[in-house]
C-alpha cells in the first residue's frame, strides 16, 4: 500500500497563493489515480482537484480557474498550485492515489470512496 505525505500548508492572507506537495513512498504507476480533497471538523470530506493515469484533470467548481493540480513521476510526487485563495478554502487538505478503479470515462473521480490512499492531511488557514 502506498504511503503519501503532504507539505506546504500554512496560513495566508485572502488573495494569495500557497502550493501544496504529497510525496508517495514509492513508485506509482502512470495508471494511478491521485487527487486533493479537503475537510473542516464536522463537515463531509470534499473533493477539489483530480488527476488521473491519462493527465485528465477535474475541479471542484469552487476552485476553477484558482488552483492547478499537476504531478511529476520522477519525482513522486503531486502538487496543488493555489492563487487567489478564499476564506472558504480554509480546510484540512489531504492528497489521495489509487491505482485504477478512480479512473472514469471523463476522468477521475471526485469522492472519497474512489481511493484507497491517503495521506495524514496538511492545515490550510486563509484569511483577511
Known amino acids: 500500500e502506498v504511503q503519501l505525505m503532504e507539505s506546504g500548508g500554512g496560513s495566508v492572507q485572502a488573495g494569495g497563493s500557497l502550493s501544496l506537495s504529497c510525496r508517495a513512498s514509492e513508485y506509482t504507476p502512470g495508471t494511478f489515480c491521485m487527487a486533493w480533497f479537503r475537510q473542516l471538523p464536522g463537515k463531509k470530506r470534499e473533493g477539489v482537484a483530480g488527476i488521473d493515469g491519462d493527465g485528465r484533470t477535474k475541479y471542484a467548481d469552487s476552485v476553477k480557474g484558482r488552483f492547478t493540480i499537476s504531478k511529476d513521476y520522477a519525482k513522486r510526487t503531486l502538487f496543488l498550485q493555489m492563487d487567489s485563495l478564499k476564506s472558504e478554502d480554509t480546510a484540512m487538505y489531504y492528497c489521495?492515489?489509487?491505482?485504477?478503479?478512480?479512473?472514469?470515462?471523463?476522468?477521475?473521480?471526485?469522492?472519497?470512496?474512489?481511493?484507497?490512499?491517503w495521506g495524514q492531511g496538511t492545515q490550510v488557514t486563509v484569511s483577511s
Open positions: 489521495a492515489a489509487d491505482p485504477g478503479s478512480c479512473t472514469l470515462v471523463s476522468g477521475p473521480v471526485m469522492t472519497p470512496s474512489g481511493y484507497r490512499s
